[in-house]
């Protein structure tokens, strides 16, 4: 047996070891969204609330504007809101995913493989404007959670709990 095959019946540290790391790399994408809004703010130097006038210079917040839209910082907004109505699903499902019993490692990292790439690259090109690649690899990252779902939903009524 080795290192990355767990005895059958138990669980399998190195998917939980793997749904980590990448768990890891889609928080720090999100932290990244984060980043980019706060520059998309300063550059088009629009606030989302009138309090936050309060941490520009007094002399400077006459060029400031609170609530108003702007296309750089609607992308970035519409961006992170998507990620996280697809990553939090992905949190949940890849962690139900790794608690399974029986589950090959190499399935599981290719779920959790697919998924980051193709979110890392919906990024990408939701940053950019790049369709239909964008719908493309939405299509992707949401297939390898559906995948995910039916695959926990499997085990599960295999084992007799449904």
Not at 50 to 66: A, F, M, S, T
Request: charged share 20%; hydrophobic share 50%.
């Amino acid at each position: 047996m080795s290192d990355e095959e767990a005895p059958a019946g138990e669980l399998n540290p190195w998917i939980l070891s793997s749904y980590f790391i990448y768990s890891g790399i889609l928080l720090l994408k999100l932290f990244l969204n984060l980043f980019l809004i706060a520059i998309a703010r300063s550059r088009t130097k629009i606030m989302s609330n009138p309090e936050d006038l309060n941490l520009v210079p007094k002399e400077k917040r006459k060029d400031y504007k609170v609530g108003v839209s702007n296309s750089f910082l609607t992308r970035v907004l519409r961006m992170q809101r998507n990620d996280l109505e697809n990553i939090i699903p992905f949190f949940i499902l890849g962690y139900m995913y790794a608690m399974t019993w029986y589950t090959p490692y190499w399935r599981a990292r290719l779920h959790y493989r697919i998924f980051v790439g193709a979110r890392l690259l919906h990024s990408f090109c939701h940053f950019f404007a790049i369709q239909p690649l964008r719908t493309l690899f939405y299509i992707i990252a949401m297939s390898a959670n559906v995948s995910l779902a039916i695959h926990i939903l499997y085990k599960v009524g295999r084992l007799n709990y449904i």
